[in-house]
């Protein structure tokens, strides 16, 4: 075989980040992850150039989801860097079959995983490198991992991939096996993973190595990028977690249901429990499996708190309540839910079988169950969207995850309602969301009304007026602040009256009437 004198200078093209993953190791799993424009499939395009230059054998596996995708992915990738080091010369870049001939007999073939048994049958293989590894699935990765086998040793597995996973990441395999346990980004462990090869059950244990980076890693990013990606934190928080900070999170949704939703500004800071003199509203959904019972606090009525949500597979009503009396003893509890049922299995007769299920096992009284009938959908979105974007609701990120992950994840179909095709699709089942809008159609319908006129950005004035209304002082008003005055008196209104506090509330009906007689023009 010839002898080339190849001089690259790796301080210079290669990342500080990725530079480790140059030297000798005995890493079975490289995980190169992060943000966009990070450099990482660049990365490992460089490192496997080397190698397949400095090593006596290589034979190496380009691999993504699907067979064509392979072309304008790592095989461009691969003949873009050898042409910019000047090397390009040492190859043959093939795209029809997708394949690259080294020196000698190293090579690298292109493979989908939409084709498994090709990479099965593939021989004696020293490399794979999966491009957008977060896509493929738990069983892939289990048939890749039984199947990358060689009589020349160990075959290193590179995977690349942005933090990306749709449902909650912290139920995905990949977040599972990998990253569950580890507050560092960057680490080295082992997993275990049980397998059948050839008929016999064996357990592999594997090294792997995390190598993380984002745009910051990057020295070649233009300031185009930079501006791009810190823009992402004012247009869209969830592109902004995952391809700018290279943090996990969960697939974003285009529609959904719940638009007002904001983590930032809904889930609580800390874990949230329930206070004893306060009422523990239970809101129920009677699907067969799982049902689901969300457990909400209204102190005095002024903030709507999600403290739990009880989801327990196989476990029926009477199961659940079980949960709620070994949780919450002692408590006083108002029951709500589905009034009829919005499922094949939740007909009106069984709900009213699990309601009364719930009166006994829980011991209330008749006016410790209120239901009432469900809204149309759409007027239904109108409402618990206005809730959400105008009222104070904390939701326990412990306990309420699965509030949190409806809230994120149920998509609406053009007509306003939910979509629920696929109950086998976690972001279509929507059971937890809906003890969530059941609750606030039974008790906040007034809701949509009476803040009709409400604007956030009023409250710098609504906190003048209830202060001058407290002070039995006149509301200086104007034709250009009547009628929004007049909506935060009648809102003022409202509130004194639910409190019970009757004097407050007619010194405010008493300004609006008022308010009225001077927009009619009997008043200068």
Known sequence: MPVYNINIDLDEV?????????????IDIELVWGGRDSGKSRGVAQVLLIDSLREKYFRCLMIKQTHNSVKDSQWQMLKDTAEQWGIDSLFKFKSSPCYIKGIGDKSFHARGMDQ??????????SHAWVEEGNQI??????????????DYGRVKLIMTFNPEADGDFEEFWMWKMFFKGHTEKNFVSTIVIPVVIDGVEQKIELKYRSTHA????NKYITPQRIAFHENLKNENYYYYTIFTLGDWGNAGNENPWLYTFQRSKHVAKQELHPVKSETLYLSWDFNRNPQVCTVIQWPNQKKLKIIDVIKIPNVGTEGICDVVLQRYPGYVYI??????????????KEQVTNYSMIKNKLRLND??????????????????????????????PVKGKPMIYDCENVKMRADGTILKNDRNDPTQQADVLDTCRYWINKFMAWFAKVYADYNPAQDTMEQTIEERIRKNQDIIIDKTNAESIRAILMKLARKWIDEKDSVLADRAIKEALRIDTFLNGKAG
Do not use: M
């Open 137 to 150: 699935s738990l069983e892939g990765f289990i048939n890749l991992i039984t199947g990358l086998r060689s």
């Open 14 to 26: 290669a990342l500080p980040v990725f530079r480790h993953l140059y030297e000798p190791n005995d």
């Open 335 to 348: 029951v709500t839910g589905d009034y009829s049922g919005d499922t094949v299995s939740s007909i009106y």
């Open 116 to 125: 498994p048994a090709k990479i099965r049958s593939f021989t004696n293989p």
């Open 367 to 396: 006016s410790q169950i209120q239901i009432t009938p469900n809204p149309p959908l759409a007027k239904n979105r109108t409402l618990v969207n206005a809730v959400f974007s105008r009222y104070p609701v904390e939701i326990c």
């Open 214 to 217: 984002t745009w910051r890693d």
